[in-house]
């Protein structure tokens, strides 16, 4: 059983395309984050949902706008991709105040 | 400067060697976490700690709160070990709450050779 599911593990688009990523969580955690990785592994967050509200959006450009149809799910969805979208992109969830589970990733490539 | 800054950077290490990477962070926190990522994978959650101590198999996590500094320890390492080790620190929201929001430092490339 995957914890935190990802899809698709790999995308490659062309700039300017439209985007989705999706993810799910079977753990019953409340929170759920979208974290990017750039080429030189550095994580940062992007965005993170608490029962299905927005709590944290860390300077993301508007082209990305994150989902959560209810707590089990956070989608990302990217408009007007750039080459500098180019990363791997991690689900992860968690309760508050325990370790969180990450998702495989989802390796982006925008030619 | 970021907030959390991991050493060495890289290490390399012969199999059977004792290992220590190295993080220190500068912001206030509600806990420390270790990850590891293997090349092409995923990312898995090693430790959670907030205070002293934590041990599993080969593994071992510390926290000095008080020095804002975590170790973590491999013992016997293998060549399985080789990977990249990521310190993240949980921060506190306003009012002392927290969402977990993880901070990462830029990690520690681990190679074990046999």
């Known amino acids: 059983d995957t914890a935190v599911s990802q899809t698709p593990k790999y995308l490659v688009t062309q700039m300017g395309n439209d985007k989705s990523i999706k993810c799910e969580q079977n753990?019953?955690?409340?929170?759920m984050y979208w974290y990017k990785q750039d080429s030189k592994k550095f994580l940062k967050i992007m965005f993170s949902y608490n029962n299905k509200e927005l709590i944290i959006n860390e300077t993301v450009p508007n082209r990305f706008s994150p989902k959560s149809p209810d707590k089990a799910h956070l989608n990302l969805h990217i408009n007007s991709l750039e080459l500098g979208d180019s990363a791997v992109y991690f689900c992860a969830s968690s309760q508050v105040r325990s370790e969180a589970f990450f998702g495989q990733g989802t390796r982006l490539t925008v030619v | 400067k970021n907030e959390v800054e991991q050493s060495p950077q890289n290490l390399t290490a012969q199999e059977g060697e004792f290992i220590t990477i190295n993080c220190s962070y500068s912001?206030?926190?509600?806990?420390l976490h270790w990850l590891q990522q293997h090349p092409g994978g995923g990312i898995v959650s090693l430790f959670m700690l907030s205070s002293g101590k934590k041990k599993h198999g080969r593994l071992i996590a510390t926290i000095n709160i008080q020095e804002k500094h975590s170790s973590l320890h491999i013992t016997a390492s293998h060549p399985r070990d080789s990977a990249v080790y990521i310190c993240a620190v949980r921060g506190l929201h306003a009012g002392g709450t927290s969402y977990g929001k993880l901070t990462f430092g830029q990690g520690t490339i681990l190679t074990v050779h046999p």
């Open positions: 912001v206030g926190i509600s806990a």
């Open positions: 753990l019953g955690h409340d929170t």
